[in-house]
């Protein structure tokens, strides 16, 4: 499936979360990850900055799971720094 993200990564405060190693290690970042996308159902378009190395294969996992492997994951430079783009649906609860 060949779909185009956009190009430019959008900055509002609310549209953020940010996880720290505590919510990784207890698994709280994954729960409130979770929550958050059941009850907004409707395309989602997660970005993760790559030089924030543990972020991605946190979200990549995360993010796999909740959408059943049918996520689109794109990399893209913007503004000359490294982002992983992840697309996927999230269905009600």
């Known amino acids: 499936m060949d779909r185009q993200l956009p190009n430019r990564i959008p900055h509002p405060a609310r549209d953020r979360i940010a996880v ?14 979770k929550t958050i996308w059941a009850m907004h159902p409707g395309q989602w378009l997660v970005r993760v900055y790559e030089g924030n190395v543990p972020a991605i294969p946190f979200w990549r996992k995360i993010i796999s799971r909740y959408a059943n492997d049918r996520q689109i994951e794109e990399r893209r430079i913007v503004n000359g720094k490294a982002w992983s783009f992840f697309q996927f649906k999230s269905d009600a609860a």
Do not use: K, M, Q, S
């Not at 720290?20 to 990850?33: M, N």
């Open 20 to 33: 720290g190693a505590g919510g990784v290690e207890t698994g709280a970042g994954d729960a409130l990850a």
